[in-house]
């Protein structure tokens, strides 16, 4: 029986990780519970799978969600702070990190050095500050599990490859809701047009990097941690169908991909049970119903942010740190329609010139430079 910390246990990726647990609940248990605001949610969870711990960030709810499990014996605790405290339980075994944004860091920090399997969700936590975190994972012999459907389709692939070199990774996208517009078109799409993705149910955030496919640069750049590659070897090959979920290329010429229907599960149940497959209970994919698959090259000038992932990778240092905290910043911004989309890559470009450069930061170089720019990023969409 694995024990599971859900850090963002009330978000898409915890919701459909607790329906993992749902159908296997005598190989999984729903150790420790946690939701920033959505204490509801929480409690709904919390009297569904009785788990030892649950934590409500937002510590206004704490009171709701207390007096709400009174009767139970369920321990509940409040803060960020307590985020971090609670994954060093000895008891729990796998530590499913899929909170959203910066906010996941330290909380994964925290369970590296506890020594935790980590099953990663949090995309910003590699992105941010990759060179830090492997390290401490390598230290800790803290395990890391992606969970992203195209890094996880990366790993399976890799699965029985031994030492064998890889030549280039073929890091697939859907293209996002945008991927027919044209330049002029996207100066004008609103928020809601871009929380309609084609593929995927995914969470409003998330939602939008796939639209600006600032989620894929993302995803290069942990691909580069995760797999110890070159940027200039990951190729982002846009994939409509959401079929191949991503694929490598060997130096013999050789590529394996894996395919699937888009369903979170299945990377999230691997996660869990790797090297072992359990059965799913989920559609199943009919080639002959699908019948093609089409390919394109990402376009970087309609999608900057692509580029901007990029430069900011091979830059380094607190470079890629300062473009996730720009868009995070401008992700919200576009949602409350405080800018257009085409500001969101030009207000992150702005950032990456004009927040101090630190060549080798610190953990706490990142925290502060976090913090930095998003207060100039702020200043710049107020104008």
Known sequence: MKKIAILGSTGSIGTQALDVIRQHKDLFEAHTLTAGSNADLLIQQAREFSPDTVVIANQDKYNQVKEALADTDIKVYRGEQALCEVVENENIDI??????????????????????????????????AGDIITRLAFENHAPILPVDSEHSAIFQALAGEGNNKIEKILLTASGGPFRKLNFEELQTVAAAQALRHPNWEMGAKITIDSATMMNKGFEMIEAKWLYNVKPADIEIVVQPESIIHSAVQFEDGSIIAQLGLPDMRLPIQYAFSFPQRLPLNSGRLDLFEIQTLHFEKADREKFPCIQLAYDACQRGGNIPCIMNAANEVVNRAFRETKIGFMDIPRIIAQAMEEVPFITTPSLEDYFTTDSETRRYTQQLIQG
């Not at 899929?98 to 369970?111: E, H, S």
């Not at 935790?116 to 936590?125: D, F, G, R, Y």
Request: hydrophobic share 55%; no cysteine.
């Open 95 to 128: 530590v499913l990190t899929a909170m959203v944004g910066f906010a996941g860091l330290r909380p994964t920090i925290y369970a590296i050095q506890s020594h935790k399997t980590i099953a990663l969700a949090n995309k910003e936590t590699l992105v941010v």
